[in-house]
């Protein structure tokens, strides 16, 4: 029976006491599996985070506790440290404030204000990073990124077929990838910090004279690796929708389609598997929650990725990322242009606005890539215990194969010299682990937990619906207009529903919902800022997006039509259905 902790859960301490599901939702929006978090995230990136801080500047090692506080984990739900994040703010001179605005929603969420603290005060630190600032802002590139995607595609080049390995050898291949997830994170830092210096000065220094430029600025970046997937699978729907045969075969039922089209032996089936191919290779890793080891992927559940082409068919040419992306492109250099023109004469003024926009284009996309590179890392750990798993059930020791994600780190030798003890323990622990599903994580803990016993069960908290003429504030993420019919998705299982031109409403987003934004008119998600998945997705995409509209799944009615202007932040309500 589910106690007042998980497991795997971890206790604030008086050090690191603040943390918030701002920016950890596109994470990981479910609780996490006890074999993801013990296996991968413990020895991952949860070291890899405190190398990439110390590495920076922010911290020394000895200033965590042991386990390190890099993140937060209760209830079995993924939290990041607000004290972590904000004295990047506070010792680089930028302020905490910056951090907040650009990752964490302080607009639909109460936020505990920054407290100093005398150990927060390092004039060393802010010292060194003065010079890190300094390089973030005239960087062209950040070369450990690109030899990491190097590295990410030698794992994958290097899979074998895992049928023919044993069961030691497969735990072996999961064990030696364990140091990548540790290595691979640490650049996840440089990027995600150097990501909010652009984002933390464009307000202030074009918000009085344009308050929608700040979100222009940041739009047609190009090369973003969340927007590839989206370019990819647009390229299979184009094949799709221009083929009689394939067109057919999508009109009737997904499951099977890929051995049915395999049996056809026409040019346009083969130019389709191809690329299906080509996509898995590239991006078959990816998936809902896919930092998770436990959730699905496009690889181990291909149907996810019909369900999204079978959508795209449908739109036109002029959802094209490419066509999106130069219309982004080309805006923000006409908007660029005029600011330097008002800003003529101030020298200052206009280096501070060249080298925040030329930083955004850095680190957004080294932001986007090294989550790609890490999650290949993931993916080649899941395909092995995918596999040990189905043997485990053919063997009779688990009832499913996603059950093997129920053991803890520490279990796993134990129970492969000796499956039967531990059949009743996973199916309880399984039990547990669901109930999880039904709770609704706290947005903030400030120095404690509350029990789980008091936490709020999803859906039971009331919310005053919207009526028409109603205006909802939100943050000015993706620039543009759209009016069109609101569809609720609060997860991916039934992505059909979105019809070319609906406004997506969802909790957040994370890559996996990419896809949909091939089709959507616009995007508003009920957290989020100026540097969450949504936002950077939609501006490569073209499509207005407003996130931080609070309880915007639950306010706003399936079917109601919807005015998104991404430009202010505003969401007004035009018709109930």
Not at 36 to 61: I, L, S, Y
Not at 442 to 463: C, F, K, N, Q
Not at 549 to 564: F, H, L, S
């Amino acid at each position: 029976m589910l106690g007042d902790r998980w497991i795997c859960d971890r206790v604030p301490t008086p050090r690191f006491s603040g943390y918030t599901r701002g920016n950890a939702g596109e994470v990981m929006a479910e609780p996490v599996s006890p074999l993801a978090w013990t296996f991968c995230w413990e020895p991952g990136p949860v070291m890899g985070c405190v190398e990439g801080f110390e590495q920076m500047g922010v911290f020394d090692a000895m200033e965590y506790g042991d386990p390190p506080e890099s993140f937060g984990l209760f209830g079995g739900y993924f939290y990041n440290s607000l004290t972590q994040a904000r004295l990047f703010g506070v010792r680089s001179g930028a302020g905490w404030q910056a951090i907040d605005q650009a990752y964490f929603d302080t607009t639909s969420q109460a936020i505990p204000p920054y407290v100093e603290e005398d150990w927060h005060n390092s004039p060393c630190k802010t010292e060194k990073l003065g010079t890190v600032m300094a390089w973030m802002m005239s960087t062209d590139c950040l070369p450990e990124v690109e030899l990491q995607k190097d590295e990410a595609q030698a794992l994958r080049d290097s899979r074998p077929d895992l049928s023919t390995l044993t069961d030691l050898q497969l735990l072996a291949r999961a064990r030696s990838i364990q140091r990548h997830l540790r290595v691979m994170f640490q650049p996840v830092v440089w990027a995600s910090l150097g990501g909010s210096v652009g984002p933390g000065i464009l307000p202030g220094l074009v918000g009085e004279i344009d308050p929608t430029a700040t979100a222009k600025l940041m739009t047609g970046i190009g090369d973003v690796d969340s927007a590839d997937i989206a370019a990819k699978i647009f390229a299979i729907s184009r094949i799709v929708a221009g083929s009689p045969e394939l067109n057919a075969a999508f009109d009737g039922d997904l499951d099977g389609l890929l051995d049915r089209v395999a049996e056809s032996g026409s040019d346009d089936a083969a130019r389709f598997l191809e690329a299906v191919d080509e996509f898995m290779y590239l991006h078959g890793s990816r998936g809902p929650n896919e930092w998770d080891i436990y959730q699905w992927s496009y690889e181990t559940r291909p149907k996810m990725l019909l369900q999204v082409v079978e959508r795209a068919r449908a739109a036109g040419d002029e959802a094209d990322p490419a066509r999106t992306v130069a219309a982004g492109a080309a805006e923000r250099a006409r908007v660029l242009s005029e600011l330097a023109q008002k800003f003529a004469g101030n020298d200052e003024a206009l280096g501070a606005l060249h080298a925040a926009v030329h930083t955004i284009g850095v680190f957004m996309v080294a932001r986007e890539r090294c989550k790609s590179n890490n999650i290949r890392a993931h993916g080649e750990v899941r395909m092995c215990f995918s596999e040990l798993g189905r043997r485990m059930v053919a063997a009779g020791h688990l009832d499913h194969e996603r059950q093997i994600y129920m053991l803890l780190a520490d279990e796993l030798d134990d129970f492969f010299a000796d499956p039967a003890p531990f059949a009743t323990t996973l199916r309880e622990r399984e039990q547990d682990y669901l109930a999880l599903y039904e709770l609704e994580p706290p947005y903030i803990v400030d120095g404690t937990v509350p029990p789980l016993s008091e936490w709020a069960r999803r859906g039971a908290t009331e919310v005053e619906p919207v009526q028409v003429g109603d205006v909802l504030h939100g943050v000015a993420g993706s620039p543009g207009s759209v009016t069109g019919t609101a569809r609720v998705l609060l997860d991916l299982s039934d992505p059909t529903c979105l019809e070319p031109g609906d406004i997506l409403i969802a909790p957040q987003t994370d890559p996996s919902w990419t896809p949909l934004f091939l089709t959507a008119g616009g995007v508003v998600t009920n957290i989020g800022a100026v540097g969450t998945h949504a936002v950077i997705v939609s501006r490569e995409l073209g499509i207005p997006c407003v996130p931080s509209i609070a309880d915007a799944t639950k306010r706003i009615p399936d079917g109601a039509t919807i005015t998104v202007n991404g430009s202010l932040g505003t969401v007004t309500i035009d018709a109930l259905p």
